[in-house]
């Protein structure tokens, strides 16, 4: 049998890593990275939208960083991560201020387009937190294949734009935490009653930002069994040539 090594919290995994700008119809540039397969064109693609920036959220929540890692390799999923306006991580600051989800609709639009220029496949919005609230209010304007959310609070998405996504042929996937900070999941399902298709995914011992390798694994289990099926569940031990 041949060696293996464990994947672990800090584990990247081989990958084409790019460092990119999107610009908004606005006119700001926003920084971000997109990782691909190295060895063969990705299946799907992940459009990550990040937990609230004046809460600490940015490109490199930890969640998002481990699906860049790991999920081009084990799933050939390519992630496009990226910083909402004002926000700044290791990769750099993108330009503007944050607008509490408003003019982040630009932003949202900018990410879609690169993913048109790049021709990346059946792009999926990954919304985190506040990244939920982004994808439930503006993912429906742009071809998406639908959106996966993480801890959605629903503070800013109004009760229509949830129903828009009812009838929509969006799929939406919803992992709701037992102990999340703002929405639990009895009160998740009587908010998502009005996308009666959306598939709400309550997971039990789980808090608000996913903290342990368990609930990550959890979490991108989650992801690649809607994105990539036939590559889930992902391996806890790889080769190590694949690790970068």
């Known amino acids: 049998m041949s060696e293996t090594v464990p994947v672990r919290s800090g584990t990247e995994l081989v990958a084409d890593r ?4 999107l610009v908004t119809i606005d006119g700001l540039v926003l920084v971000g990275e997109l990782a691909t397969p190295r060895d063969a064109p990705p299946v799907a693609t992940l ?9 600490g959220g940015f490109m490199d929540s930890h969640v998002l960083r481990k699906a860049a890692a790991r999920l081009p390799a084990l799933a050939g999923v390519a992630v ?3 910083n909402t306006r004002g926000t700044e991580s290791p990769r750099g600051r993108s330009e503007g201020e944050y607008d509490g989800g408003v003019a982040e609709r630009y932003d949202v639009a900018a990410a879609m387009s690169f993913v048109a220029e790049r021709n990346l496949p059946a792009p999926w919005l990954l919304g985190w937190s506040f990244g939920t609230e982004l994808a439930l209010k503006y993912g ?3 071809p998406i294949e639908g959106a996966i959310l993480l ?5 800013r998405t109004t009760e229509g734009e949830l129903a828009a996504w009812h009838g ?3 799929p939406l996937v919803v992992l709701v935490p037992e102990f999340d900070d703002f929405l639990r999941p009895a009160e998740a399902a009587r908010r998502f009653s009005v996308v009666p298709e959306a598939r709400l995914v309550p997971v039990a011992g789980a ?6 390798e368990n609930q990550v694994r ?9 994105v990539a099926p036939d590559r889930a569940p992902l391996p806890t031990e790889v080769p190590p040539e694949l690790v970068g």
Do not use: N, Q
């Open 18 to 21: 790019e460092e990119v700008e």
């Open 47 to 55: 459009v990550c939208l990040h937990p609230l920036p004046t809460a």
């Open 80 to 82: 496009l991560r990226f």
């Open 140 to 142: 429906l304007a742009h």
């Open 151 to 155: 801890s959605p609070p629903l503070h």
């Open 168 to 170: 929509s042929g969006k």
């Open 207 to 212: 808090k608000h930002l996913w903290v342990g």
């Open 218 to 226: 959890r979490v991108l289990d989650e992801i690649v069994g809607v």
